[in-house]
T-cell receptor, first 115, second 116 residues
């Protein structure tokens, strides 16, 4: 069964600094990886996904994520953080096997960007 | 906005009440999902509907009853809930509910449910 780990409950960065939110995964087949963001009192918003191809995936709002197969990681990054990036970030994985495969989410990482 | 709406946004109910949550998607998708989001826990998939047919029931108690009259609408009927059912209930939709790996789910804003 697939699983996702987000090892940090919270990440703090200063505005203008680069940010990284970590995610590692486990699947038996090829992984399909997703990042979502949740602002207060809102649902999850899709940021980006990795399916195949280039290991560096670019998404919404200047975010990008790097797929690393050997380290089974899919860390979310942004070169320069904004205060408005403060939110809850979820990594998710789906196994690329046949038949219905659940999208499995991590427990989330709260990003706090200080002015 | 993602094109997925949910009503009501907030709901407070007693354990003996019956209420329903509604979800509507305007994206032309074929699959719809119910998730439960509790504090400090991963999102829990509850139900999946693909082309109006329920394809997944993730061992959800019978006090939660889903209904999908068409591919655009999804309901979650609630009765005799427990306080531990208090959570944010999220609806999502995707193009292909068959579980194609690349299929992206789009979420509504959720209904914050409090059971007294």
């Amino acid at each position: 069964a697939q699983s996702v780990a987000q090892p940090e409950d919270q990440v703090k960065v200063a505005e203008g600094n680069p940010l990284t939110v970590k995610c590692t995964y486990s699947v038996s087949g090829n992984p399909y990886l997703f990042w979502y963001v949740q602002y207060p009192n809102r649902g999850l918003q899709f940021l980006l996904k990795y399916i195949t191809g280039d290991n560096l995936v670019k998404g919404s709002y200047g975010f990008e994520a790097e797929f690393n197969k050997s380290q089974t990681s899919f860390h979310l990054k942004k070169p320069s953080a904004l205060v408005s990036d403060s939110a809850l970030y979820f990594c998710a994985v789906r196994d690329g096997g046949t038949g219905f495969q659940k999208l499995v989410f991590g427990t989330g990482t709260r990003l706090l960007v200080s002015p | 906005e993602t094109g997925v709406t949910q009503t009501p946004r907030h709901l407070v109910m007693g354990m003996t009440n019956k209420k329903s949550l509604k979800c509507e998607q305007h994206l032309g998708h074929n699959a719809m999902y119910w998730y439960k989001q509790s504090a400090k826990k991963p999102l829990e998939l509850m139900f999946v509907y693909n082309f109006k047919e329920q394809t997944e029931n993730n061992s959800v108690p019978s006090r939660f009853s889903p209904e999908c009259p068409n591919s655009s609408h999804l309901f979650l009927h609630l009765h005799t809930l427990q306080p531990e059912d208090s959570a944010l209930y999220l609806c999502a939709s995707s193009q292909d509910g068959g579980g194609a790996g690349s299929d992206t789910q789009y979420f509504g804003p959720g209904t914050r449910l409090t059971v007294l």
